[in-house]
């Protein structure tokens, strides 16, 4: 699997590169600012961008900038971004052209190597990964749109959905049988009128109701 890492800290993007490339990955291409990210994406085409939210020029959003960019010109492209701090607005920005290919982390993640690069495979493969810490901020809120009638073990199912874990996953955490996870899942679907649709991808829509 190839990989574009983006910071400007030249420490932890060395360190990150150092520890994808013994865990098997291919770090293609290091970048310590926005524009030179773009380049090396658009000239690697790696199967996913490792983006920091703050880089120069600005050391503003310029790294969700570039992010938001990539998921435009070249979908296919994950997008995993890296924040200092569980920051709500970045999610929704992120997200608010489709879930499928794309994550957001908190730097502390990346001590957890296993959990690090399996939320680089998830991304890789289209799926969607975010921060446990963003999905208990986002549990708090109340919101009139069907989630209100979920029981507190759809909710909890949901928001592991929404961090980017399989029926599977989700059965090991809660220390249940996957087939109960299936259960949830069912009743989540037709609470949030989701219906079975060709072109549609229901854990998706979801997750995309549930962070409203």
């Given amino acids: 699997m190839r990989i574009v890492i983006a910071d400007d800290a030249v420490l932890l993007r060395e360190g990150a590169a150092r520890l994808l490339e013994d865990a098997g990955f291919e770090v293609v291409g290091q970048a310590g600012d926005a524009e030179e990210l773009l380049r090396k994406v ?5 199967d996913v961008a490792i983006v920091d939210i703050r880089m120069p020029p600005g050391d503003g959003a310029e790294g969700l900038h570039a992010a938001l960019q990539i998921r435009e010109e070249l979908p ?13 607005h970045y999610v929704t ?14 730097k502390d993640r990346i001590s957890d190597v296993e959990r690090f690069t399996e939320a680089i495979r998830r991304v890789a493969e289209g799926g969607s990964v975010l921060d446990p810490e963003v999905v208990s901020l986002m549990l708090g809120r109340k919101r009139a749109n ?4 979920l029981t507190e073990r759809e909710e909890e199912v949901l928001g592991l959905m929404a961090e980017g874990l399989t029926n599977k996953g989700i059965a090991e955490q809660l220390s249940v049988s996957e087939r109960a996870v299936e259960r949830h899942v069912t009743s989540i679907f037709a609470k949030l009128d989701l219906p079975a649709g060709a072109h549609d991808h229901r854990r998706v829509l979801a997750v995309l109701r549930y962070l409203g």
């Avoid at 920005?93 to 908190?106: D, I, S, T």
């Fill in 93 to 106: 920005r992120l997200l608010e052209h489709g879930a499928e290919g794309v994550g957001y982390l908190l």
């Fill in 146 to 149: 069907g989630l209100e009638e």
């Fill in 42 to 46: 658009r000239g690697h085409k790696p």
């Fill in 76 to 88: 296919a492209v994950g997008v995993l971004v890296l924040s200092q701090y569980a920051e709500e």
